[in-house]
């Protein structure tokens, strides 16, 4: 065959090999892109990353991202059933707070999920620290170390107890990023029925009166009470918002039976609830 037709050939060869090799190659995919790592707590075979957008916790809610690296080969572990405790040390005691389980993120081979609600932390962060137990093929293993848990800045969680003698938190969980017009509302509330034992209440409702401070205390209209729903565990309802600025969501707690916990209506010479949480946009 003359060279003129063996080149052309030769040519086409590679061109498809190499377009054949790209095609096989398997795409790196970064599962915790978007995120920012907070810290790893660690052990003698493996670190628990966390992760969140904001790359701390602050107090009140917290969506946490997890996954776990073996120190041996630097893999990150696929089928690992994950259990976690947060204690607050205080002077004469210690406490942990609302949380919810670790779950596998269904679309992600390495990431677990859970959420955490920090009812409050010391003026440096301190205070806190975070356990996790875990098994794998059957092998059990804890890794714990301290962690730091900023204080927001507005009030987006708030214990109390109620008149029935129980104490509560109630947690702003959404909107994050609130606009001019209806927003949704969505809050946790959970019971401390020990110092560890936290958990959702249920069926209760919140009455909703937001308030402007700085513009004569109005309030705004199209507003919803707070009612459970049971999917997710948590209340929710409609927040309108006239206008950029700081508001207070005057909350009233009212339980099954209708009898009111905690919070007080919004009058001439009462401006503000004993029950609130606070937003700024």
């Known amino acids: ?10 040519f086409i060869t590679l061109f498809t090999t190499a377009c054949s090799n790209n095609d096989d190659e398997t795409p790196v995919i970064n599962e915790v892109e978007g995120l920012v790592k907070i810290q790893e707590i660690t052990n003698n075979d493996h670190s628990i990353e966390l992760y969140n957008k904001a790359g701390k916790f602050n107090t009140g809610y917290n969506n ?26 205080m002077p004469s005691m210690q406490h942990s707070c609302p949380k919810s389980t670790i779950t596998k993120i269904a679309d992600k081979k390495t990431l677990y999920q859970g959420i955490v609600i920090y009812q409050m932390t010391n003026t440096d962060g301190s205070g806190w620290s975070l356990t996790f137990n875990y098994n ?9 170390d301290t962690i730091s848990v900023t204080q927001s800045e507005k009030q987006n969680v708030t214990n109390f107890i ?35 034992s936290f958990p959702v209440v249920q069926d209760y409702t919140i009455m909703l009166d937001p308030r402007m401070p700085g513009m004569g205390n109005h309030s705004s209209p199209n507003n919803t009470d707070l009612s459970y729903n049971s999917t997710d ?12 600025g700081y508001w207070v969501l005057n909350l009233k707690l009212k339980n099954g039976e209708g009898t009111v916990l905690k919070g007080e209506d919004i009058t001439e010479s009462n401006e503000k609830s004993s029950l609130y949480l606070e937003l700024e946009f």
Not at 136 to 144: K, L, S, V
Not at 233 to 244: A, E, F, R
């Open 1 to 10: 065959m003359k060279l003129k037709y063996i080149l052309p050939i030769l």
């Open 64 to 89: 946490v991202t997890i996954r776990i690296k073996d120190h041996t080969d630097n893999s990150y572990l696929e089928n690992a059933n994950i259990s976690w405790t947060p204690m607050m040390q």
């Open 136 to 144: 794998i093929n059957g092998e059990d293993y804890t890794a714990t």
């Open 162 to 196: 109620g008149s029935d003698g129980k104490s509560y938190i109630v947690a702003l969980i959404d909107p994050k990023d609130p606009i001019i017009g209806i927003n949704d509302l969505m809050v946790g509330l959970y019971k401390m029925e020990s110092m560890v």
């Open 233 to 244: 565990n948590m209340y929710h309802g409609n927040l309108s918002l006239t206008m950029t």
